[in-house]
DNA sequence: CCTTGACTGTTATGCTATAACATAATTACG
DNA sequence: CGTAATTATGTTATAGCATAACAGTCAAGG
């Protein structure tokens, strides 16, 4: 049985997607039961269309492919589903981009640093805990407490920095 | 004259906010005209209407207070003032709230980390040097390279911290 | 059963943002 | 100056993102 995490820079490199994919869906089975919520259709589709590539999708797009699917073609249904998966911790809104992306390691609690590649779209997720520490220092120099923090770095991904690096 | 910067914990803490106002908005002009650009009416009210609070603020509602001013009552009348104030650091947007707010120490070339309080909705800017050190490291170890970041902390201000923490 | 609560679906609406184009003001320069 | 180029303002129209409110459905437990 496989338990270990992902490693900590999954990010930008060519794997076995497919597998990553399934893993990952498993792995959310696993926590949704534990904690006694439903991986209904709706919601396992949605996280499926998130799981099929490593970008960001918008409410909207997520809710066409729920759509082509057969079910409901309104604003909410994408919108609750992808609440649910963000709730659960399987997805992360992207602030900048309001749009959605699967987690690639839920279940374990983490403070996320998302990176975005301005040049091919693609996200990734990497341990955002040094940049949180950061945070949480300069944060209680002011006495604030921080409760969530929103880390989004825009840049080049390691294909795009090659050649078009204006 | 007074050239030295406000210090970097600028953020909660009661202070002559008339004067904090009207000696940001001189910072701006100054900044402005050394660019060759130009600080409009427009712009200069919509720079106004950020500093009356450190809070932040919605396009349109910041569109409503320059309609009332005479200014045009439509959208990109608001945006493009708005822009304008990011594009020359005179302002910041902030993504988890769409909403803007102007920046308490333009012109310093800085990665602002932003404190929200989620009780009273005031908005604080801090230096996020530390954090961004932090996301730059992180992705460096991915081959990703970070041009821009977004760090964002939701949380209790010190004065928010009393009482209602739930 | 049948009640309760969770889930899905709908209609309707509101908020956020930008494209495209017309007019006016400012600047640069001959 | 005066006129061309540029920049800025304003408008109409539309696109994109998100949620409130309500109706019907389904599953689980008493």
Same mark, same amino acid.
């Given at each position: 049985?496989?338990?270990? $995490? &992902?490693?900590?820079?999954?990010?930008?490199?060519?794997?076995?997607?497919?597998?990553?994919?399934?893993?990952?869906?498993?792995?959310?089975?696993?926590?949704?039961?534990?904690?006694?919520? $439903?991986?209904?259709?709706?919601?396992?589709?949605?996280?499926?269309?998130?799981?099929?590539? @490593?970008?960001?999708?918008?409410?909207?797009?997520?809710?066409?492919?729920?759509?082509?699917?057969?079910?409901?073609?309104?604003?909410?249904?994408?919108?609750?589903?992808?609440?649910?998966?963000?709730?659960?911790?399987?997805?992360?809104?992207?602030?900048?981009?309001?749009?959605?992306?699967?987690?690639? @390691?839920?279940?374990?609690?983490? &403070?996320?640093?998302?990176?975005?590649?301005?040049?091919?779209?693609?996200?990734?997720?990497?341990?955002?805990?040094?940049?949180?520490?950061?945070?949480?220092?300069?944060?209680?120099?002011?006495?604030?407490?921080?409760? $969530? &923090?929103?880390?989004?770095?825009?840049?080049?991904?390691?294909?795009?920095?090659?050649?078009?690096?204006?």
């Amino acid at each position: 049985m496989k338990t270990d $995490r &992902t490693p900590p820079e999954p990010a930008f490199h060519a794997h076995d997607h497919a597998g990553c994919a399934a893993e990952t869906l498993a792995q959310a089975e696993v926590i949704v039961a534990g904690r006694g919520a $439903r991986l209904t259709p709706v919601r396992r589709r949605a996280l499926e269309i998130l799981l099929e590539d @490593h970008r960001a999708l918008g409410a909207y797009e997520v809710l066409d492919r729920l759509a082509a699917d057969g079910f409901g073609r309104q604003p909410p249904v994408a919108y609750r589903a992808l609440d649910f998966l963000v709730d659960q911790g399987l997805a992360h809104r992207i602030a900048r981009l309001n749009a959605f992306m699967a987690c690639p @390691h839920p279940g374990s609690d983490h &403070t996320p640093t998302v990176l975005i590649c301005r040049a091919c779209g693609s996200v990734a997720e990497i341990a955002g805990e040094g940049a949180r520490a950061g945070v949480d220092q300069a944060a209680a120099r002011a006495g604030f407490k921080v409760e $969530r &923090t929103t880390i989004e770095a825009l840049g080049l991904c390691p294909a795009c920095q090659t050649g078009d690096a204006a």
